[in-house]
């Protein structure tokens, strides 16, 4: 099975958009007339509502940040143990990763777009928006692709490291495909991005499509990445300046009013507050919603994940974020050894607004502005524990590696359970900052005596490609 015939999986999604003018798909061409019919086709909920296994399934299982519970966890699939074991071959050798599987069919929607878009009716700008949002998406599904399956950026390897394929045709009939490197993909999303801002509206109407704000963070977001930190403020503060000027944009929501008397949040019942974490019709603190069900969810079924008690330290106790997470086991048992189960159904992956604040105030830190840094995290930490909890020690916020660290941890507090801690492991397993760091998983048994796994390599850090992607395309190497 080749990689192109992945994209099959988009004829039903393609027909299900706007079947008046999508009864037959030519090779490589997209039948729509007008620009609002391209629009329909980001419309899809395929670009924002991924099922279990197509959204961060595997990072969100790869995170440091996590303990498995061996009653729950040792009945689960296979591949679930596989990649909380950080084992080299996660799938089956005639297995497709429904992950890539999901985002390549995106892409050809996205590729037909770009490609076909200006030829139709509408006018000049309509048609440019349209083309901008597929742009900015694309941009997007390959800084997900990139942090699976290539190594962590670092200039002076970049160049070298294999990458992944590069796909700008709608074409299925594609025969073969190369790995480009790390820096040519990092390359492909920067142009991506930065062609579709000038031409994105600041205001989409629906965060489940791009805008300019969206595509300005998310570009902030890959320069950090790639260590260019001047690049990376300019970005998301511009970002953040064009979500302040919006009269409905996204917002944070105030723990303490929503957790205090007549919040939204309550009342707390047996599967937590409500809130983003339970809903997954909320965009409250969205820039460009996308989500899928975590693995706490009820369509997947718990598998035993808890949060390490280390992870639990990092909480201060007036921290209301705790208030997401529960001491008892999934059929309400006391879990004996008192580690804690975050109650999460939605995880929402594409960017969220407290993301662009860790992120601009981590930046900030780096560029040794620890006063715009601390007062940038303070004002994201007020919104989460009472006020007086919000201040950052005197100690920390006055040193820059000790700030940073903070800001990190901040990331852990913040999402854990939900993916976003493999993304910044791979990051800072190359900063110098963080040299020398273990990554471990730890298996309790049902009398909490533990079983330690330990990541043995930085390989691991790397998804392999499923081997039926790479049987199927002779010049294609995959990762060790």
């Given at each position: 099975?080749?990689?192109?015939?992945?994209?099959?999986?988009?004829?039903?999604?393609?027909?299900?958009?706007?079947?008046?003018f999508?009864?037959?798909?030519?090779?490589?061409?997209?039948?729509?007339?007008?620009?609002?019919?391209y629009?329909?086709?980001m419309?899809?909920?395929?670009?924002?509502?991924?099922?279990?296994?197509?959204?961060w399934?595997?990072?969100?299982?790869?995170g440091?940040?996590?303990?498995?519970?061996?009653?729950?966890?040792?009945?689960t699939?296979?591949?679930?143990?596989?990649?909380?074991?950080w084992?080299?071959?996660?799938?089956d050798?005639?297995?497709n990763?429904?992950?890539?599987?999901?985002?390549?069919?995106?892409?050809?929607?996205?590729?037909?777009?770009?490609?076909?878009?200006m030829?139709?009716?509408g006018?000049?700008?309509?048609?440019?928006?349209?083309?901008?949002?597929?742009?900015?998406?694309?941009?997007?599904?390959?800084?997900?692709?990139?942090?699976?399956?290539?190594?962590?950026?670092?200039?002076?390897?970049?160049?070298?490291?294999?990458?992944?394929p590069?796909?700008?045709?709608?074409?299925?009939?594609?025969?073969?495909?190369?790995?480009?490197?790390?820096?040519?993909?990092?390359?492909?999303?920067?142009?991506?991005?930065?062609?579709?801002?000038?031409?994105?509206?600041?205001?989409?109407?629906?965060?489940?499509?791009?805008?300019?704000?969206?595509?300005?963070?998310?570009?902030?977001?890959v320069?950090?990445?790639?260590?260019?930190n001047?690049?990376?403020?300019?970005?998301?503060?511009?970002?953040?300046n064009?979500?302040?000027?919006?009269?409905?944009?996204?917002?944070?929501?105030?723990?303490?009013?929503?957790?205090?008397?007549?919040?939204?949040?309550?009342?707390?019942?047996?599967?937590?507050?409500?809130?983003?974490?339970?809903n997954?019709?909320?965009?409250?603190?969205?820039v460009?919603?996308?989500?899928?069900?975590?693995?706490?969810?009820?369509s997947?079924?718990n598998?035993?994940?808890?949060?390490?008690?280390?992870?639990?330290?990092?909480?201060?106790?007036?921290?209301?974020?705790?208030?997401?997470y529960?001491?008892?086991?999934?059929?309400?048992?006391p879990?004996?050894?008192?580690?804690?189960?975050?109650?999460?159904?939605?995880?929402?992956?594409?960017?969220?607004?407290?993301?662009?604040?860790m992120l601009?105030?981590?930046?900030?830190?780096?560029?040794?502005?620890?006063?715009?840094?601390t007062?940038?995290?303070?004002?994201?930490?007020?919104?989460?524990m009472?006020v007086?909890?919000?201040?950052?020690?005197?100690?920390?916020?006055?040193?820059?590696?000790?700030?940073?660290?903070?800001?990190?941890?901040?990331?852990?507090?913040?999402y854990a359970?939900?993916g976003?801690?493999?993304?910044?492991?791979?990051?800072l397993?190359?900063?110098?900052?963080?040299?020398?760091?273990?990554?471990?998983?730890?298996?309790?048994?049902?009398?909490?005596?533990?079983?330690?796994?330990?990541?043995?390599q930085?390989?691991?850090?790397?998804?392999?490609?499923?081997?039926?992607?790479?049987?199927?395309?002779?010049?294609m190497?995959?990762?060790?």
């Amino acid at each position: 099975m080749r990689l192109k015939a992945l994209y099959i999986f988009l004829f039903t999604l393609l027909v299900s958009c706007k079947k008046e003018f999508l009864e037959f798909v030519p090779k490589g061409r997209l039948i729509a007339t007008t620009a609002e019919e391209y629009q329909l086709l980001m419309n899809n909920n395929t670009f924002y509502n991924y099922n279990i296994t197509s959204g961060w399934h595997m990072p969100m299982l790869m995170g440091d940040e996590l303990a498995a519970e061996g009653r729950y966890f040792n009945s689960t699939g296979a591949t679930t143990r596989r990649a909380f074991r950080w084992e080299p071959v996660i799938f089956d050798p005639t297995a497709n990763d429904s992950q890539l599987t999901s985002f390549l069919s995106n892409i050809y929607v996205c590729n037909s777009i770009i490609n076909q878009v200006m030829e139709v009716e509408g006018t000049e700008a309509q048609k440019k928006s349209v083309q901008a949002q597929a742009k900015a998406t694309r941009a997007w599904i390959y800084f997900q692709l990139i942090n699976f399956y290539g190594k962590p950026y670092l200039a002076s390897s970049a160049g070298q490291d294999p990458g992944f394929p590069i796909i700008t045709e709608g074409d299925i009939n594609q025969n073969s495909f190369d790995r480009t490197s790390v820096q040519a993909v990092y390359d492909f999303i920067i142009k991506d991005l930065t062609d579709a801002i000038a031409n994105l509206p600041v205001d989409n109407g629906i965060r489940t499509r791009m805008s300019k704000p969206a595509a300005e963070g998310i570009l902030g977001k890959v320069y950090l990445f790639m260590g260019r930190n001047s690049d990376a403020l300019v970005q998301l503060n511009a970002a953040m300046n064009d979500i302040a000027g919006l009269s409905n944009g996204p917002r944070l929501y105030d723990y303490n009013k929503e957790l205090g008397t007549g919040g939204s949040f309550m009342p707390i019942g047996t599967t937590g507050p409500a809130g983003p974490l339970t809903n997954t019709n909320d965009y409250t603190e969205s820039v460009v919603f996308k989500t899928f069900p975590n693995f706490n969810s009820g369509s997947y079924g718990n598998i035993g994940m808890v949060i390490r008690p280390e992870v639990a330290e990092l909480f201060n106790a007036s921290d209301l974020r705790l208030k997401f997470y529960t001491p008892n086991n999934p059929n309400g048992t006391p879990n004996t050894g008192g580690r804690l189960r975050k109650y999460v159904r939605y995880t929402r992956f594409g960017l969220e607004l407290a993301d662009l604040y860790m992120l601009n105030a981590e930046c900030k830190a780096r560029l040794n502005d620890l006063t715009g840094a601390t007062a940038t995290l303070e004002t994201f930490r007020k919104n989460r524990m009472p006020v007086a909890a919000a201040v950052v020690p005197a100690e920390i916020s006055g040193n820059q590696s000790a700030l940073i660290k903070f800001i990190i941890e901040e990331r852990i507090r913040e999402y854990a359970e939900e993916g976003y801690r493999w993304f910044d492991m791979r990051r800072l397993s190359v900063d110098p900052l963080f040299a020398g760091q273990v990554f471990t998983h730890t298996i309790y048994a049902i009398d909490n005596t533990e079983t330690v796994v330990t990541m043995d390599q930085p390989n691991r850090l790397v998804m392999r490609i499923p081997q039926t992607i790479i049987s199927a395309n002779a010049n294609m190497q995959n990762n060790p």
